[in-house]
T-cell receptor, first 114, second 112 residues
Framework: GAVVSQHPSRVICKSGTSVKIECRSL??????MFWYRQFPKQSLMLMAT?????????EQGVEKDKFLINHASLTLSTLTVTSAHPEDSSFYIC??????????FGSGTRLTVV | GENVEQHPSTLSVQEGDSAVIKCTYS??????FPWYKQELGKRPQLIID?????GEKKDQRIAVTLNKTAKHFSLHITETQPEDSAVYFC???????????FGAGTRLTVKP
């Protein structure tokens, strides 16, 4: 089936620095990728939808200047958490829509800001 | 937009018993209802999905039922095994639409 590769799986960064998370569709072209955030023991909350070649669409309450999304090609979408703070610590996960497989998720990135 | 509610939040069953998780949705235009299983620290895995043109779908020990009139759908796991222990999420969307919303999740524990 379709595979979405997400890196890194874990990252620890200092407060005030930026972190980039990558999601790649390995065997299909992902015109659209979705970025979710998941707090411990909670559900996945849609942050934004990235479309190849255009600006991302952000959900209400999500700071687009803080969570920069780039979808430069049909196989790569990136989420950059800028000027990270401890409250940004969370599990971030991407997904892409595939024909026949529904939504395929990346493996997730656990971000810890210290 | 779509709003999905999921119950119960936790469920504990004895090995071999059945488990049922229920979800309701608000958008009558939603037509795609997947269920995901998420083990601790891992990605959600699609376990079964149903489109609005059918009322029930079964895959071995897992089945999903859909009541479009009442706008609710349920996951049924029979003959539960300890490896079924995980968090299960329901979701609803219009197929090929980006507006997929997840339920809050159900933590299922199967006791051996």
């Amino acid at each position: 089936g379709a595979v979405v590769s997400q890196h890194p799986s874990r990252v620890i960064c200092k407060s005030g620095t930026s972190v980039k998370i990558e999601c790649r569709s390995l065997d299909f072209q992902a015109t659209t990728m979705f970025w979710y955030r998941q707090f411990p023991k909670q559900s996945l909350m849609l942050m934004a939808t990235s479309n190849e070649g255009s600006k991302a669409t952000y959900e209400q309450g999500v700071e687009k200047d803080k969570f920069l999304i780039n979808h430069a090609s049909l196989t790569l979408s990136t989420l950059t958490v800028t000027s990270a703070h401890p409250e940004d610590s969370s599990f971030y996960i991407c997904s892409a829509m595939t024909a026949g497989d529904g939504y395929t998720f990346g493996s997730g990135t656990r971000l810890t800001v210290v | 937009g779509e709003n999905v509610e999921q119950h119960p939040s936790t469920l504990s069953v004895q090995e071999g018993d059945s488990a049922v998780i229920k979800c309701t949705y608000s958008d009558s235009a939603s037509n795609y209802f997947p269920w995901y299983k998420q083990e601790l620290g891992k990605r959600p895995q699609l376990i079964i999905d149903i489109r609005s043109n059918v009322g029930e779908k079964k895959d071995q020990r897992i089945a999903v039922t859909l009541n479009k009139t009442a706008k609710h759908f349920s996951l049924h796991i029979t003959e539960t095994q300890p490896e079924d222990s995980a968090v299960y999420f329901c979701a609803a969307s219009r197929y090929n639409n980006n507006d997929m919303r997840f339920g809050a999740g159900t933590r299922l524990t199967v006791k051996p």
